[in-house]
């Protein structure tokens, strides 16, 4: 089977690990990876969503933390900090700053982030095939008010640095409008069985990877079912702050709300948690097949058994 599926970083990244425990050999993933999270730090290209796929898929992530290397140290940080150049907010351990030089280093010599990224899986062996959403350069930028009045803020630095603590007025993904698709990421969504939207952040996520052009048309033109799992189980998301830039786009955070945010147009069929069992009947009514289980990724056989549902609900809508 091949199957395409869009993803953040911790919520699209631990779905991913269940998803891949559950096919074998025969199957084929392909991830495209949002890349409107990208910030130029330390005259570095840091790409946290790809990163968090690659480490987690391939056995180098933080466990507990998510997001990073696993047995981090952070020298070059003390010794930055020494020096009083930052930011300090964003967390950069040693083990981290090699694969950010060796990106940094090609892209300098001329190869596409996505030739850059298979590249750094050759090290990691993710199992998927993850390509980012782009090769060009994508920011996000929050709109927000403060008392410095009002400006926009680069996504790293609502989310990390002010912990989305003030309102998100807008979201905007600078330079989507021009960016086209990296190589691959069209044909692997025309050529897939079925596709799958992950728990991962609706709006800065997997928002953004549909704000790239071409590719919301291609998911919604694709022959393969599309089935989404919910990130927000009881009007929250479990872990994060999706609720914020939600607001920002004016949806409520429900399970309901981000179904038909995502549309019948795009959506062939959605998985709310238990909690939410309430929401089907009004998903289903909007058009999108919808079906309510466990959806906490407490470990990966719970995860496993969430991509199985996904697949299960895929074919339901196939037939
Ligand atoms: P980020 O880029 O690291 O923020 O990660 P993603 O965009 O891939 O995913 C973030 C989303 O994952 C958040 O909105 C969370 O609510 C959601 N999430 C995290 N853990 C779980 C879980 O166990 N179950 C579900 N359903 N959603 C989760
Ligand atoms: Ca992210």
Not at 241 to 258: C, F, Q, R, S
Not at 277 to 294: D, H, T
């Amino acid at each position: 089977m091949r199957i395409v599926a869009l993803a953040g970083g911790i919520g699209g990244a631990r779905f991913l690990r269940g998803l891949r425990e559950l096919t074998g050999p025969q199957d084929e993933i392909t991830v495209i990876g949002n890349t409107g999270d990208d910030i130029h730090l330390f005259g570095l290209k840091v790409c946290p969503d790809l990163d968090t796929v690659m480490y987690t898929l391939g056995g180098g992530i933080h466990e507990e933390q998510g997001w990073g290397r696993a047995d981090e140290t952070w020298s070059v940080k003390e010794e930055l900090k020494a020096y009083g150049v930052g930011p300090e907010w964003f967390g950069l351990g040693d083990r981290d700053f090699a694969t950010h030089i060796v990106r940094t280093q090609m892209l300098g010599a001329g190869y596409p982030l996505s030739a850059v990224t298979e590249a750094l899986c050759d090290r990691w062996q993710p199992g998927v095939r993850l390509l980012p959403m782009t090769d060009d350069r994508v920011e996000t930028h929050v709109k927000i008010t403060d008392e410095s009045g009002p400006r926009v803020v680069h996504f790293q630095e609502y989310w990390v640095k002010l912990h989305a603590a003030v309102a998100a007025e807008a979201i905007v993904p600078v330079g989507a409008e021009t960016a086209k698709p990296a190589p691959g990421v069209l044909e692997a969504i025309a050529a897939a069985d079925v596709i799958l939207l992950p728990p991962s952040n609706p709006v800065v996520s997997i928002g953004t990877i549909l704000a790239v052009p071409g590719i919301r048309q291609a998911v919604s033109d694709a022959a393969a079912p599309v089935v989404g799992l919910s990130p927000i189980i009881g009007g929250a998301p479990v872990r994060g702050m999706a609720d914020k830039v939600l607001a920002a786009v004016g949806v409520e955070a429900t399970a309901e709300a981000v179904a038909l945010h995502y549309g019948s147009g795009l959506l062939d069929g959605w998985l709310v948690d238990t909690a939410d069992a309430e929401a089907v009947a009004a998903v289903e009514a909007a058009g999108i097949s919808c079906r309510a289980i466990p959806l906490l990724m407490t470990d990966v056989p719970a995860t496993a058994e969430m991509a199985r549902a996904a697949l299960e609900l895929a074919e339901q809508v196939r037939s």
